[in-house]
């Protein structure tokens, strides 16, 4: 079965400092790893996919297939990187995305 | 920049009505899917839409729900005899052929 595993609801972290959001997921195949976005009151964003391997608003994740996870990482936190982040999965192609519970992201000035 | 839109924002519906959300996908996008997120719980799957058909539903899809693109441009979510517990987020999304999903910004169903 698929599954997306999001361990913390909620991080706290002090602005400069680093931060990960861990994601770990199920899946027997190749799936497709994203991290989706949402700030206070406005949709849902893509931040980063796997594949394109890009760093965006100074985040990056890195596929760990052996350890299935795709833990999004960003050295200095800012306060506007306060957020709901979303880790989902693509199992192929077009079909629908499953994503994780989320974790709540809270950058203290 | 092009977005998908849905409509209305809030709806609030007794219990045992019928509601029907409003959604406007990007215009050349061809897959189009529904999700809802109950508060404080995750975003989960509904239905995906493809080639004016259903291509794939959740257990969560069953009968009290239906989809439509009625005209070409609009993709509708409608929900029969609608229960306390169907109360949450409905985002809208759509998607070309391998490219990832862009998200509306939601409609808050309250059912009373």
């Known amino acids: 079965a698929q599954r997306v595993t999001q361990p913390e609801k909620l991080l706290s972290v002090f602005k400069g400092a680093p931060v990960e959001l861990k994601c770990n997921y199920s899946?027997?195949?190749?799936?497709?790893l994203f991290w989706y976005v949402q700030y206070s009151r406005q949709r849902l964003q893509l931040l980063l996919r796997?594949?394109s391997r890009e760093s965006i608003k100074g985040f990056t994740a890195d596929l760990n297939k052996g350890e299935t996870s795709f833990h999004l990482k960003k050295p200095f936190a800012q306060e506007e990187d306060s957020a709901m982040y979303y880790c989902?999965?693509?199992?192929?192609?077009?079909?629908?995305?499953?994503f994780g519970k989320g974790t709540r992201l809270s950058v203290i000035a | 920049e092009p977005e998908v839109t849905q409509t209305p924002s809030h709806q609030v519906t007794q219990m045992g009505q019928e509601v029907i959300l409003r959604c406007v996908p990007i215009?050349?996008?061809?897959?189009f899917y529904w999700y809802r997120q109950i508060l404080g719980q995750k975003v989960e799957f509904l239905v995906s839409?493809?080639?004016?058909?259903?291509?794939?539903k959740s257990e969560i899809f069953d009968d009290q729900f239906s989809v439509e693109r009625p005209d070409g441009s609009n993709f509708t979510l409608k929900i029969r005899s609608t229960k306390l517990e169907d109360s949450a987020m409905y985002f809208c999304?759509?998607?070309?052929?391998?490219?990832?999903?862009?998200f509306g910004q939601g409609t808050r169903l309250t059912v009373v």
């Open positions: 899946y027997s195949g190749s799936p497709e």
């Open positions: 839409f493809y080639n004016n058909e259903i291509s794939e």
């Open positions: 989902a999965l693509n199992p192929s192609g077009n079909t629908p995305l499953v």
């Open positions: 999304a759509s998607g070309r052929e391998n490219t990832e999903a862009f």
């Open positions: 215009s050349n996008h061809l897959y």
């Open positions: 796997h594949i």
